[in-house]
């Protein structure tokens, strides 16, 4: 099945003014841009023509290997050349593609370098699934994990759309660190028992503090400042592991990271 087969796509099928882009930016973080309503501006922005005479642009952000998983559709309004070097487009954003953004992925195949193309010409991809409604993203292995609260909130509230982390989560104790974005301060915990990190993690989807004394304390001051939590882990440990053996490991990464003296641990 082809892009244009999609019933949203298929006024486009026989345009020959529309481009298709996949996205890759080692520098930042582009699902963070989009979430934030900085990824217009930042697509916007080129070192050189992308858009060409393009009408429309279909936008992907890459995936693993050669995929790429979609984020909107642009109308192209205008464009012109910048004083120094590259151009500056004006687009808006069309309506009707909510429902497949950060769900249709698509192979983009081999040429992966050619990162702008005619959807008429090679751009119009092989789709390759459609994930299930607020599927956050793939599980990439318990030390690669950097989960923003939204990300989250988002796997806790629809645990049936993010099995895989609810299930791998829920199957391991370990040590977990939590990171204020605004000041750089870090909260370590420790999760064990039943549920594991997953049981440990929805209670700051529930009460956004978790119960810790200075992450409350935070709150107070600031009531969104959960907003700007992201959550990592540090140290995985088999369920069998005892509630001391975790909190031994917590006390030692505290030590190592300083949490008390310059983050948000008060004991």
Same mark, same amino acid.
């Not at 509230?157 to 993010?162: A, G, K, M, T, Y």
């Not at 204020?180 to 956004?208: E, F, L, M, N, T």
């Not at 400042?225 to 975790?246: H, N, P």
């Given at each position: +099945?082809?892009?244009?087969?999609?019933?949203?796509?298929?006024?486009?099928? =026989?345009?020959?003014?529309?481009?298709?882009?996949?996205?890759?930016? +080692?520098?930042? =973080?582009?699902?963070?841009?989009?979430?934030?309503?900085?990824?217009?501006?930042?697509?916007?922005?080129?070192?050189?023509?992308?858009?060409?005479?393009?009408? %429309?642009?279909?936008?992907?952000?890459?995936?693993?290997?050669?995929?790429?998983?979609?984020?909107?559709?642009?109308?192209?309004?205008?464009?012109?050349?910048?004083?120094?070097? !590259?151009?500056? %487009?004006?687009?808006?954003?069309? $309506?009707?593609?909510?429902?497949?953004?950060?769900?249709?992925?698509?192979?983009?195949?081999?040429?992966?370098?050619?990162?702008?193309?005619?959807?008429?010409?090679? *751009?119009?991809?092989?789709?390759?699934?459609?994930? $299930?409604?607020?599927?956050?993203?793939?599980? $990439? !292995?318990?030390?690669?994990?950097?989960?923003?609260?939204?990300?989250?909130?988002?796997? /806790?509230?629809? $645990?049936?759309?993010?099995?895989?982390?609810?299930?791998?989560?829920?199957?391991?104790?370990? /040590? %977990?660190?939590?990171?204020?974005?605004?000041? *750089?301060?870090?909260?370590?915990?420790?999760?064990?028992?039943? !549920?594991?990190?997953?049981?440990?993690?929805?209670?700051? &989807?529930?009460?956004?503090?978790?119960?810790?004394?200075?992450?409350?304390?935070?709150?107070?001051?600031?009531?969104?400042? %959960?907003?700007?939590?992201?959550?990592?882990?540090?140290?995985?440990?088999?369920?069998?592991?005892?509630?001391?053996? /975790?909190?031994?490991?917590? &006390?030692?990464?505290?030590?190592?990271? !300083?949490?008390?003296?310059?983050?948000?641990?008060?004991?």
């Amino acid at each position: +099945m082809k892009l244009s087969d999609l019933h949203q796509f298929e006024r486009f099928r =026989d345009d020959q003014s529309v481009k298709v882009l996949r996205h890759k930016d +080692m520098r930042q =973080d582009l699902w963070e841009l989009r979430n934030m309503g900085r990824f217009s501006h930042y697509q916007n922005g080129q070192s050189w023509d992308v858009f060409g005479n393009a009408r %429309y642009i279909i936008s992907f952000i890459a995936e693993r290997n050669s995929y790429a998983k979609f984020v909107g559709v642009w109308a192209v309004i205008s464009k012109h050349k910048k004083k120094t070097e !590259g151009f500056l %487009y004006k687009t808006k954003e069309l $309506p009707g593609f909510k429902d497949l953004e950060g769900r249709l992925i698509v192979r983009w195949g081999e040429g992966t370098r050619s990162w702008a193309q005619w959807l008429h010409r090679q *751009g119009n991809k092989d789709i390759v699934e459609l994930l $299930p409604q607020n599927y956050v993203m793939d599980f $990439p !292995g318990y030390y690669n994990i950097v989960l923003s609260y939204d990300q989250l909130a988002t796997m /806790v509230n629809n $645990p049936d759309s993010n099995r895989e982390w609810q299930r791998m989560l829920s199957s391991v104790s370990g /040590v %977990y660190v939590l990171l204020d974005q605004h000041s *750089g301060k870090q909260y370590v915990g420790s999760a064990y028992g039943a !549920g594991g990190i997953w049981a440990r993690w929805k209670s700051y &989807v529930k009460s956004q503090s978790g119960g810790n004394a200075l992450l409350k304390e935070l709150l107070e001051n600031s009531a969104t400042r %959960y907003k700007q939590f992201q959550f990592s882990i540090v140290r995985v440990l088999e369920r069998s592991a005892t509630k001391d053996e /975790v909190i031994d490991q917590e &006390v030692f990464t505290k030590k190592k990271l !300083g949490s008390r003296a310059f983050g948000l641990n008060s004991n």
